[in-house]
């Protein structure tokens, strides 16, 4: 695993004000390579352009496209670097997610 300094990170939620917070303590932590989306059409959009990320930090519940959604866009790009979920969704949607 690279050092935290040479990740690169990206962030999908739609709430801005979580988005900020995530680049704060990614910050604190040495992570200097962040990329911030609202919408996962966005993302994607960036991905397919020729980008790439080591980490995705992913909301699941967001409007238009869901993470779920996301994921499987992730799946069908062969996305193969780490996922970290979180959302306000309780457990048993989560650990579906996780599956």
Do not use: Y
């Not at 739609?14 to 966005?42: M, P, Y």
């Not at 409007?63 to 969704?89: K, N, W």
């Amino acid at each position: 695993m690279p050092h935290v300094k040479h990740l690169k990170v990206m962030v999908v939620d739609d709430d801005r004000l979580i988005l900020d917070q995530v680049e704060i303590v990614l910050n604190s932590i040495g992570v200097r390579s962040i990329h911030k989306f609202n919408r996962g059409e966005e993302a994607f959009k960036w991905l397919d352009d020729g980008n790439s990320v080591m980490v995705i930090l992913l909301d699941l519940n967001m409007p238009d496209m869901d993470g779920i959604e996301v994921l499987r866009g992730l799946a069908t790009r062969q996305f193969f670097g780490g996922i970290i979920l979180f959302s306000g969704e309780n457990i048993r949607v989560l650990k579906t997610a996780q599956s």
